[in-house]
């Protein structure tokens, strides 16, 4: 139980166009999901928290209107990359909690992004 | 910004040996702990988690927690070379959200 399905898993782009990543919670309700990037060699450091049916909350440094995030259902939330730029590439994870005894957090299987 | 430290290796252990990783963090507050494993160009596969002091033991691994000291840390036992992989400490923060330390490398040498 409690998984979470994320595409793309890799998806290369031009610069300046756009990228939609989805997050789907199959098995369970995910009032919340969590955005996280990750670089090469680096830490996964949190982008955003996404609720279901309210504005997501960013991080200090994250551009809202960059990165749009949506979370229209229970079981979809959704991140967009606007106006891609190489600076972008990274690896995209999404994040949600299944309530449950062990309060455990299940995590989407990443999206690979290159922008060129 | 909370923060939760790691050394981040490589630390290389004979395969059979105990592999020991350490995490400190900065948020006294904290109440809920988590070790993820991570392979390379994977996500984070949850090991373990613990929310009291002392011991927690699952199988090979073992979590043990000083909430004094600020420090989390985990012992393999028996390792194994499918074990080499970059351990990642992970804390809950008060917006539900995890904190993730840089994780620390760990290989396994036949």
């Known amino acids: 139980g409690a998984v979470v399905s994320q595409h793309p898993s890799w998806v290369i782009c031009k610069s300046g166009t756009s990228v939609k990543i989805e997050c789907r919670s199959l098995?369970?309700?995910?009032?919340?999901m969590f955005w996280y990037r990750q670089f090469p060699k680096q830490s996964l450091m949190l982008m955003a928290t996404?609720?279901?049916?309210?504005?997501?909350?960013?991080e200090q440094g994250v551009e809202k209107d960059k990165f749009l995030i949506n979370h229209a259902s229970l079981t979809l939330s959704t991140l967009t990359v606007t106006s891609a730029h190489p600076e972008d590439s990274s690896f995209y994870i999404c994040?949600?909690?299944?309530?449950?005894?062990?309060?455990?957090?299940?995590f989407g299987s990443g999206t690979r992004l290159t922008v060129v | 910004q909370k923060e939760v430290e790691q050394n981040s290796g490589p630390l290389s252990v004979p395969e059979g040996a105990i592999a020991s990783l350490n995490c400190t963090y900065s948020d006294r507050g904290s109440q809920s702990f988590f070790w993820y494993r991570q392979y390379s160009g994977k996500s984070p596969e949850l090991i373990m988690s613990?929310?009291?002091?002392g011991d927690k033991e699952d199988g090979r691994f073992t979590a043990q927690l000083n909430k004094a000291s600020q420090y989390v840390s985990l012992l393999i036992r028996d390792s194994q070379p499918s074990d080499s992989a970059t351990y990642l400490c992970?804390?809950?923060?008060?917006?539900?959200?995890?904190?993730f330390g840089k994780g620390t490398s760990l290989l396994v040498t036949p």
């Open positions: 992970a804390v809950l923060n008060s917006g539900y959200a995890l904190n």
């Open positions: 613990i929310y009291s002091n």
């Open positions: 994040s949600a909690r299944a309530v449950g005894a062990n309060y455990g957090y299940t």
């Open positions: 098995d369970f309700q995910a009032t919340t």
């Open positions: 996404s609720n279901e049916g309210s504005k997501a909350t960013y």
